[in-house]
């Protein structure tokens, strides 16, 4: 603790574009984080020809989906189980699902399959469905998937994958469609994030790389920097109420790598 203490005071001494701060990890080493809320494995999350819809009008140049309406569920907490990709998968269905009919759904946060949420989507639709959180609440622990079809309430219709590193497709996608699930490269000083625009020289760029999942949910400029609005599975305490940016347009930290999202079946 007082070793992270020591390096977030000098990190917020010095010239970044975001501030760091205590928070429920700082107790832990960066090793001990990442064996516990991180893939481990190298992800195959490469799409060369991506079937993002095109379209000749202009984005917005700025959009939070949380402030457009009931769109975006509450930031919810992971806990000491690394999966992360299924409450990407699921916040962004949730949201993709409230934009299309105004009914915002609450989704179970679990599956049998454990991978990307761009295959997670894929479960989804060959799964014929997912039930909400209300019949099959989140238990944070591996375990056997007792899906039942009869209570499915969300369906995926077609799964949108944007081509690798794609950034201005991730724009276009959120700023017209919905908000869009990514995977990037989560490093040491992430952890302690608190504040401002994150930026780093740390991370890699490439798909294999990619250890956390997450679901921009808009984009904005600051000070000339332009930003991805992410919300993170860390519980509403870390962060900005459980939210972070991130750089735009750089594919910081191999952000552009992995972004899907689904076509719900309404």
């Known amino acids: 603790f007082a070793s992270t203490k020591r390096k977030i005071e000098r990190h917020n001494a010095g010239n970044h574009t975001f501030q760091m701060g205590l928070n429920q990890f700082s107790d832990m ?116 998937c007792k899906f039942q ?22 724009t276009q996608a959120v700023g017209k469609y919905n908000p869009v699930s990514f995977a990037f490269e989560v490093t040491d000083d992430f952890m302690s994030y608190k504040d401002g625009v994150y930026s780093s020289f740390k991370c890699d760029s490439t798909p294999d790389k990619v250890n956390h999942a997450v679901l921009a949910v808009g984009y904005e400029e600051e000070n000339g920097t332009p930003y991805w609005i992410v919300k993170n599975s860390w519980g509403p305490s870390w962060g900005i109420e459980g939210y972070f940016y991130i750089e735009r347009g750089k594919n910081m930290c191999g952000l552009a790598a992995c972004a899907s999202y689904p076509v719900p079946r309404v």
Request: glycine fraction near 10%; proline fraction near 5%; include cysteine.
């Open 29 to 144: 080493t960066f090793a001990e984080f990442k064996k516990k809320y991180l893939w481990r494995e190298p992800q195959n999350c490469s799409a060369t020809h991506g079937n993002l819809p095109r379209s000749n009008g202009l984005c917005p140049k700025a959009i939070d989906w949380r402030k457009k309406g009931n769109f975006v569920t509450p930031v919810k907490n992971q806990g000491g189980c690394g999966s992360c990709w299924t409450f990407s998968t699921t916040g962004c269905l949730e949201s993709a699902i409230a934009i299309a009919t105004g009914k915002l759904l609450n989704l179970v946060r679990g599956s049998s399959y454990l991978g990307l949420p761009s295959q997670a989507f894929e479960y989804i639709y060959y799964n014929r469905g997912l039930m909400g959180e209300d019949t099959y609440p989140y238990k944070a622990q591996n375990g056997t």
């Open 149 to 170: 079809p009869g209570k499915a309430v969300a369906f995926v219709k077609e799964v949108v994958n944007i081509t690798l590193y794609d950034e201005l497709g991730m």
